[in-house]
């Protein structure tokens, strides 16, 4: 505003001492404010993506000229979480909302729904250049059926493959640059470097991960699948048998009876409640447990950053929890 305060002194000072000259200055003043209005509008765009994966990936498209907002600010399930009163207005105000799939972050279905604006939600997974696969079945054996058919559920949990966050990228600079043309350029450009950058860094890990190929591991939550077929790995079993359910006692005892089978074997798991399940396979079983935060909360880094040291700390992970059986 003092701007645009400074530039109009004149004119309403020649407006009140009256004259056509007053009035042909004040209106090239109000057209000039017309051709930045949008400019503005357009820095002041505000975008928002619900998990902290998706918050890296368009922070690092959006790196010299703005800022995503994050919803879930705190480590809570995306499957199950609730909105505060702060969060909801937040989707109300967004420009742009990018989200996985509204078949991951369920919760938002309603809210998105009643308070996002007309055309503001973007499902990255689906607009994407991403082969999305099935959820996969890991069911040790004598476990029975888990109640659900795998291969007739998509696996939503893309942004662990780091292609898949490039291609998500390049779907975001998309979206912001019809959105926002003033910077179409440079989100194109941030969006083309990223995709550089994790390229690069899928070729380290798929030369350091490629020896580790086959051997046993077992994951409390099966979050993990994207990247591990991008990398070539395989775990046995998961202790959920899907994101919604419990295991149960005949599953776990199968798990028990896999785990005791395998000598040393590790469990991959998240924070929260997946400690849980890795404590009592330690306890039980003797497994080695190495934990891995799937959503990125503890990391401080921002943008291209964020995802370098986020797919550091899974591929880290891996190494630590397969190199144990050699």
């Given at each position: 505003m003092i701007r645009f305060r400074c530039f109009l002194t004149r004119p309403v000072r020649l407006l009140f001492s009256g004259g056509r000259q007053a009035l042909l200055v004040v209106m090239t003043a109000l057209l000039t404010l017309g051709v930045y209005m949008p400019m503005a509008k357009a820095r002041d765009m505000t975008v928002v993506?619900?998990?902290r994966p998706l918050q890296g990936i368009v922070a690092a498209v959006m790196a010299g000229a703005g800022k995503p907002q994050l919803l879930l600010t705190r480590r809570v399930d995306p499957h199950h979480a609730s909105l505060r009163p702060s969060q909801a207005r937040l989707l109300a105000q967004a420009d742009v909302i990018f989200i996985v799939s509204r078949d991951l972050e369920r919760f938002l279905k309603r809210p998105l729904?009643?308070?996002a604006r007309d055309g503001a939600v973007v499902e990255l997974a689906r607009i994407a250049n991403i082969r999305l696969l099935p959820h996969r079945r890991l069911d040790p054996p004598g476990a029975g059926s888990s109640g659900r058919d795998g291969h007739a559920v998509t696996d939503w949990h893309v942004w662990t493959d780091p292609l898949a966050a490039a291609a998500m990228a390049e779907a975001a600079a998309e979206v912001l640059?019809?959105?926002?043309?003033?910077?179409?350029?440079?989100?194109?450009?941030?969006a083309a470097a990223l995709k550089q950058r994790l390229s690069a860094l899928t070729k380290a890990w798929a030369k350091r991960l490629k020896p580790l190929a086959g051997r046993p591991f077992i994951v409390t939550h099966d979050a993990f699948q994207y990247f591990d077929v991008r990398f070539g790995l395989s775990p046995l079993a998961a202790v959920q048998p899907d994101d919604e359910t419990l295991p149960g006692p005949r599953r776990m005892s199968a798990i028990l009876r896999l785990a005791r089978q395998h000598e040393g074997l590790c469990v991959l798991h998240g924070p929260g409640h997946d400690r849980r399940w890795a404590q009592l396979l330690r306890r039980e079983a003797g497994a080695r447990a190495i934990e891995v935060d799937v959503l990125g909360y503890g990391i401080r880094?921002?943008?291209?950053a964020f995802l370098e040291r986020y797919y550091d700390g899974l591929g880290t992970a891996h190494v630590r929890c397969l190199k144990g059986r050699l």
């Open positions: 993506t619900s998990l729904a009643a308070l640059a019809r959105q926002d043309a003033a910077h179409a350029a440079l989100y194109r450009k941030n880094e921002e943008g291209a």
